[in-house]
């Protein structure tokens, strides 16, 4: 590979990585938008969303009615995928295509 190609490649790595950071924060703060009524503030959406409550908030926001099946306070590796579940299965039955999210 060029010195000319290696660094064009480098340059589009950095582009890619900087859309990728202006694309997170912009979702972060329209998350952090709709749950504010809440008393919610997210700051890593990975870290945030771990344990589905906040996403099942976030979802119930959206649809401004309560889901049914989720646990408050998950404490184990299968309360957390029940959340995320209900979560996701509450926007798939809103007929809501989820495509291409990378956090």
Do not use: C
Request: aromatic letters at 6%.
């Amino acid at each position: 590979m060029s010195d000319f190609s290696k660094g064009r490649q480098s340059s589009l790595n950095r582009t890619n990585v900087e859309w990728i950071q202006i694309q997170r924060n912009t979702f972060t703060n329209w998350v952090n938008e709709q749950l504010k009524a809440k008393g919610i503030v997210l700051h890593d959406l990975r870290a945030d969303f771990t344990d589905g409550s906040h996403l099942v908030t976030l979802v119930e926001v959206l649809r401004r009615r309560k889901l049914a099946g989720h646990i408050a306070k998950p404490i184990n590796h299968y309360e957390k995928l029940q959340n995320i579940t209900v979560a996701l299965d509450a926007i798939a039955n809103d007929n809501v295509r989820i495509i291409n999210i990378v956090l």
